[in-house]
C-alpha cells in the first residue's frame, strides 16, 4: 500500500466492529462500517453527512438522507467486483459524522457552516466523499475545493441547477451551479451536465448553462451518444485539471431512485451510472458528492443502497486517483 | 337555517361537484368538497390550509398536510351522529385555499404572510378554521385573532410548545404559544395545555407554562381525571371569553396518528379526543386549527383521516357557536 | 400565441392560484395546476377525471387514479426540455373535473354517462386528455370522437384489450377495442398496438386484432425494432387521418409503473415511452387518454407521477397540433 | 368428543400439512390452516372466503380480504386462552374455498350466487363462517338462514348499513339490513348495532334502524355503558332466538383496523371488541361473517390478522353453541 | 450527581456529537445519542444491542431491531416529564454497541456469545439495558445476571415463553424462561407475567408457568384489576430481591407496535406499559431487556420509536435504583 | 396432447377451483393456481416450494416467499405470449405444497429434508420447479438431480455463491455451487453464471468460480455481449446434457425485484432476463428453481409477481422439453 500517512485514527478505531466478520445489519451504522472519527488527521479520504434540506422548493426529507445511506452502507463490501479496486487498501478512509450546524432556519448560515467545516478538512489535505442532505450543500463544498483553482465538475442530475432564484432565493437547491460559477469557484468551461430532462417553467437555467459555456447533455444525447460515447465527451470537458463530481440521485430513473424530492421520469438506469462512473479512471478527481436521498419518499429503502453503492463506485475513483498522485 | 349571510360564494359554488351524490373518491379534493373560493365576503367559517412546516427542528413533511386532508376529507358526510348537527346548515362554509407564500425559506416572512392572510378573513368576519403545516402557524393567526382581546386557547399537544427558543431560533414549532403570550395576544390564564407528555432536554417549557399562568394537563392528569373531569377543567379554565382551539395530531398517541413530525407514544384515543371535543359546546370560540399532520410518515393515509374527522369535530362546534351567536 | 379563441374562463382562473410562484406542494390539486371550469366554451383541451374501474376483473382501484394523478401533477412544469413547447401558450387548457356518474354499479350506465359528458364537450370543439379509470372508459369516448370518422389508435398497454368477453361481461376493461371496432367507431387498419406481451387464456384477442387488421407490436418486436422503428411503424399505420392515443400504465414494465391493476412484467422503460411519444409531432390527433393507475397498489406515489408525465407528453402533442391546425 | 358426524373429509385431509408441526409461514393458505374441502357433509363449521366487494360507494378492495385473512390465519393457533375452548376438538371445521360467480359485475347476481351456495351449506346441516369482501354478502347469506325464521342479529360496525339506497341502488354494501329486514329474513327487534359513529348526509339510516326496532348502541353509549354493560343489552335483545353475528371490520378504530374501505375514527378497541364477543357465549348462533377487510389498505397487513382473529373468537363462540346443541 | 464513578469514557465521548444541540436527525445513530464505547469500566448502565432472531418459530426480522430502535432513539430526549428523572445526570450510560457473534447459524453457540459477553459486561459492575433481538437473548443474559441469586422477573408479552419445545427445539424464543427456571438462574416464585394472550396449541406453557410458581396475568385480568392492580401484584411478586424486566414489544397490542414476529390483538396500549412502569419505582432492579422488534413489518418505524420510548423508560427505573444503592 | 401420463391426480384436482373463469384473486392460493396434490405419481412437473431463509447471513424474509409468489402466481394466465407453448396442454402440472421440515433450527437438517423430499419426487420421474427460499436450497435439489450424472447450470444471480464459508459456515445461502462442486453433483465445466456483480469482501469466490472451469459472465460482459450473445455462450456451456436451471431474483435489478435480501445495484432488466430465458428453449432440462424473493422487504408486492411470472417463463422451457423427450 503506497504511501499511507501516519495516523491517529487507529486508536478510535477500535471502538466500531471491523466491517467483514460481522453480519451487516449488526453494529453501528457509519459509512460503509468505517471507524468514526474526528479529527481529520491521517485521513486520505473523509465521508460526510450534511443533513439538511432547508433549500428545497419541493418536497424534503433529504435531511433524512445521511443516516439512511449510512444505514444501507453497511450492505456493500470491499472489493469492486469490476475494477478489483479495494479503496481500503490504497487510502485511509474514515467517517468524519454529520457537518454540525448552528442555525439549521437559515440557508446561508448552514452554507456557512458546511464550509468552514470543509476548510478544516480542505486543510487537513483530506479529499471529502459527502452525502446530502439537498443540491444545496455543493455550493459551500465548491466554495473550499474550488477557492485557489476553480473546480472542473461532472454532474449527474435531471436538473441543471443553474437557476437565478427558485421562489426568490438566491440559494435554494436548484441555484447552486450559477452561483459557484458566479462566485469563481466553479469553471463552467469544465463543467458537463449529465441526464438533464424534465420540463422547466423558464428556459432560464438550460440558457444559462449553454452560455456559461458548460456542456449540457440532456437525456435523449444521453440515449443517443449512449454511456461510452458520454465518457468521451466528459473526457473532453475536463481534462486533467481538478475536478469535482457531483451525483444527484434523481438522475437516475425513479424506477431505480424513488426516494427523492423532484424525481423526473425517463432517467438513468443505474448500469448506465455505474459504467459512466467507471468511465471516470484516472482524472484529477477533488471531491464528490451524493445528494437528494429524501428516505420519507422511500418505502423498499433501496434509493439509499443505491446512493451508498454509488458512493462506494465513486470511493474507488477517489482512492485510486489519491494512490496514483502518492506514487 | 338562522341567519345566514347573502353569499356572493354561490356563483363559484357551481363549479364544484355537490358533495352528497357523487362518489366520494371523484371531484376535486377540496376540504369537505366544499366549494373554493377567494373572496371571504359572505363566508361565516373559512377552511383554510397553510402549507409550511420551515419551523420545524426534527421531521419535516407538514408541509404536504393540508393536500392530504383535503384528500381525506371527502370521506366526511354531513350531519354529526351524536350531536346531529349538519354545520353546512347553520353557516356558509368554503375552502379558502392555502395561504400563498413569498418567502418560504424564511419563517418570519412565511409567519407575516400568514398574519396579513389572516387579517383579511378576520376583518371580512369570517371564523377562521386551518390545516397545517407546523406549529408555527399558531403564532401569526393568534397575531389576527388576538389583536384587540387575547385569546384563551384549548390547545391539545404532546408538547407545551412555550419553549424560549428552538436550536436557537425564537420562532420555531416548540416556542409558539411563549411567543403569543409575549405579544400579548395570548391569555395564559385562560389556556388549557391538554395531552402533555414525553422527554424534554430542560423543563424550561413545562416551567414556562405553569409560571405564565397555564393549566397543563399531562397526560397522567388525562387519565387519572378522564375525559370528563378534563372537559370540566377546560371549561373553568377559558370560561366564556374568546376561545381558540389548536390541535396538534400528536396530542393523539401515534397507534392513531403516526403521521406526523414529533410523535410521542402514550397518548390519547381518538375516542378520548372526540368526547373532549364534543364537551366544548357553547364555547365563545373564533377560530382553530389542526397541525402537524406529515404525510410522508403516514403510509396508511389514515392520519389525514383522523386530522379532517378532527376537523369536521371542531367545525360542528364553531358553525353551532356562530349561529348561536347570529340570533 | 396563435388563435387563442375568446374565453369564458378566465373569470374562473382567478379562483385557481396561479401555477409557477406557489410551492408545488400547495394549492388545490387540479391538473397541472389548471384552472378548474365546468364550462368548456373557450377552451381548446380539456384535462378531464374519469374515476372508475367497475369494468375491471381483477384489482380495483383505478377510480382513485384521477385524484391521485391531479396531485402529482403539480410537479409537472410548463416547458418541455426536448421540444421547448409550453402547451400552455398554445392552447387554453383547463381542469374540467370528472365525468359524473347516475349508477357507478352498472358499467353500461357508467359508459353512457361518459358518453353524454364528451359528447358536449365534443361539441364545444374541445379536445380531451382524459384520466382514467380503467381502460373501459375509452370506449364510450371513442364512441363520441370516432362516431362520424372511425379513429386511428395508437395504443400503448401490455394488453390488447380486444377480448370478446371478460369472465362473461362484453363492457369489460378487457374488450374495449374490439367492441369500438364492432360499433364502427374505430378503424382496426388505421390501429397500432404497441408493448403487448403477459400471458392470456386464449389467444383469441390477439387473434381478433391480427384478424380485424390491427398492427400489434409485441414487446419482443419493440425490442427487435428500437423505438424510432417503432416510431415509423406507427406513423405508417395511423398516417394523416384523425388519431387517438390511448395510454395503458401497464404498457410500461411494473419497475416503472407499480401502480396498475394487471402489472405484466417485461414492459417498456420511461425513457422508451417518452421517445415513442415525441416520435408522434405532427400528427392530427383528436384526444388521448392515460389509463389505469390503481393508486392503493403504488406505495411510492411515483406511479401517478409516470402518468402526469405521460399527461404532458401528450398534451405537449395535443397543443402542438391544435396550434398547428388553427394556422 | 361428542356427538361428531362421520366425516368424509378425512381422505381430503391429508392433502393439507397439518397445522402444528409445520412453521405457519409454509403450506398452502387455508383458512385456519384447515383441509380444503368442496363437499360440505360430515363438516360442523365452514370457512367459506365470499371476495365481492362490487357493491362499495367507496374504496374498493375488499375482493382481495379472503385471500389475506387466509394467510394471516396460518397465525391463529387452536386454544383459546381464555375459554379454553378448541373448536377443532368440539366440531369438524372445513376451508370450504370460496363463493364461485357467474358474473362479478352484477350485484344482483353475485348476491344471488351467494345465496345458492349457502343453500347447499345449510341444507347439509353446516354452519357458515364467512370472510367477506363487502358488507353486501350478508343480505344474501341471511336469505338462507333466516329464510324460515327471520334471524336475530348482533352487528358490530361504524355504521347501520340500513340506508335504503346508496347512491340510487338498493343493494349496496351500505343497505343490507334494511333490505334484509324488508325482505323478512332478518328480525329487526331482536337485532342489536353497536359501535356506530360518523357522519352521515341523512338521518334516515339512523331513523330506520330505531323505528323498526333495532337497538342501536352509538359509539358514546358503548363507552358510557362499557362492555359489560353491552353485553346485557346485547342478550337481553336477542334473547335465545337463532342469532347471526356480523363483524364489520370498521366497527374497530382504524388504529386498530386500517385496511378497510370506510374507516371511521373513534371505534372500538380489539380489546372491547374481543371481550364483547367472549360474553355471547351460550347464544343460539346460526352463523357469522366478518366482512370490508381491504388489503390494499393495509401496508402491515395487520387488519388481516385482527380479522382472523376475530373469526377465531368467534369460531369457539360457534363450536361451543353446536356441541351444546349436539349433546 | 451523587456517587458517579470515575470514568475512562469521557475521552470517548467526544467522538460523539452531544445529544441536545445537534438536530435530531443528524449524526451517527447509538441508543440515545449516548456515546460507544467498548470497555465497560466507569460506565454504570450499558446500552447494548443483540441483533439475533435465529431463534424464532415465525417471522424472522428482530435481528434488524437495535438499528432501528438506535436510529428512533434520537428522538428521545433527556429528562422524564412525570417523574423529572434525568438519568443521564444519576448514571454514567453508553451504548456499548452490539454483541458480537462467532456462528449465527447455530443458537447454541450465540447464546454462549451472549452470555460471554454479558459475564464482562456484569463483572464490571454494569447493569445491563438490551434491545433484541428475538427472546431468546434474555436466557442467556439471565444465566450471567441470575448466576449467584436467581433472578426475579417482571416479564410483559403475549406469550410466557415457557413451552418445553417450539418445533423440536429447547432453546427457542417461546422456550426462554422455562429453561432459565430450570438451570437456576430464574426464580419461578418471584416471576410475574403480564398482558398473557393469544391462542396456544397445547395448554402446557400457560400449565408450566402456573405450576412453576410464577404469577400469570392473562389480559383478561388486567383489564378486570387495571394498571394499578396489577403494579401492586407485581410489587408483591418480585419484592425487593433482585429483579429483571423484560419488555416482549409484542406485548403491547399491534396497534401500538405493529412491527413484530408474533402479533397478538387485543394487548396493553403505551399508556398502559408506560404506567405500569413508572409504578415499579424503588425495586431492586438489576437488568432488562426490550426484544422482537422487527423492523420488516414495521412501515412508519413507530414501533421501533415505541421500543426506543419503552427503553428510555426503563432507563430512568434502572438509574434511579442505582442511584439509590450508591447513597 | 402427447404422451400424457395416467393421473391420479384427476380426483383431486376437482376441490381447486379452475383457474380460468374464476376471478384471479379468489380462490386458494396454490402456484399458477394449479390443483394441490401430494403424491408425484402422475405428475410431470411438480412446482414445489421451499421456505426456508436460515441460511443467509443478511436480510431474512425468504422463508415468506413460497407464500407470497403462490399469491401473486394467480395473475398469471396460461398461454405464453411469443412461444404460444401453453404448458398445462404438453404437461401434467402441480403444486406439490412446501417441502416439510424437521429442524428448522439446522441448516444441515433442513438441506437433508429437501434431499430426501426431492428423492421422492425424482424417482416418480416428476421434474422439479422450487420456489424458494434462500439459495442454500439449491444445494439438497442437486444432490439429488446431479446424483448420477453431475448437472450443467445455467444460474442467474448477482453473487457466484460459490465462496468457501460465509461467516464461518459451510452451507450458507452463498455458499451453495462451491459445495455442489465437491461433492459432484455439479459440472463446473457445464456451469455459467450470468449478472454477477457487486462488490465481495474477498476475491475467493470469484477465482473459485473460474478456476473450477465455470463460465462467468459479469454484469459488464452481459452489457457488452448483448442477451443473445449471452445465449450464445450458454448454449456452448451446457451443451445437450442434463442441466439445472437457478435464477436468483437478485440477478435482476432491484428496481425491477427490490424484494429480496442482498439486492445489487446494476442488474439485469426483466426484459432481459425474459428474452434469456427464451433463449433456452431446446435445452435437455431437469429442473429449476426462483429463490431469494424476500416478501417483507417487497411493498408493492411485485417482486413476488416477476419471480411468478419468471417461474412461468421456466414453466413453458421444462414443459417443451418435457414434450419433446415424450415423443
Redesign the interface.
Known sequence: MPGKKQSSKDS?M????Q????????????FMRMP???DPSGIDIALI?V?Y???V?????A??G??EI??MSS????????T?INPYKLCNIA?M??V??????R?EEVHNDIMNYYQKVHEAGVVPLSAGGDHSISLPILRVLGKETPAGLIHIDAHTDTNDTE???KF?HGTSFRRAVEEGTLDANRTVQIG????????ES?DFSKESGMRVI???EF?ALGVNGVIDQVRLVVGDGPTYISFDIDGL????A??TG??????M???EA??LLRGLRGLNLIGADVVEVAP???????TA??AA?IM?EILCLLAESIALQKK
Open positions: 478510535v477500535k471502538d466500531i466492529p466491517s467483514t466478520p460481522a453480519p451487516r445489519y449488526s453494529g453501528i451504522a457509519t468514526l472519527v474526528q453527512g443533513p434540506d432547508g433549500a422548493e419541493g418536497r424534503p426529507g435531511r433524512h445521511p443516516r449510512r444505514n450492505m456493500i463490501r470491499t472489493i469492486h467486483h469490476s478489483r467517517d459524522g454529520d454540525p450546524f448552528t442555525n439549521v432556519y440557508a421562489m426568490g432565493f435554494s438533464i430532462r424534465g420540463a422547466q417553467n423558464s428556459e438550460w440532456f437525456m435523449e440515449t430513473d425513479p424506477a431505480f424513488p426516494g423532484t424525481p423526473e421520469i425517463g432517467g438506469t443505474t448500469v455505474q459504467t420519507p419518499f422511500d418505502p423498499s429503502g433501496n443502497l443505491v453503492t462506494f
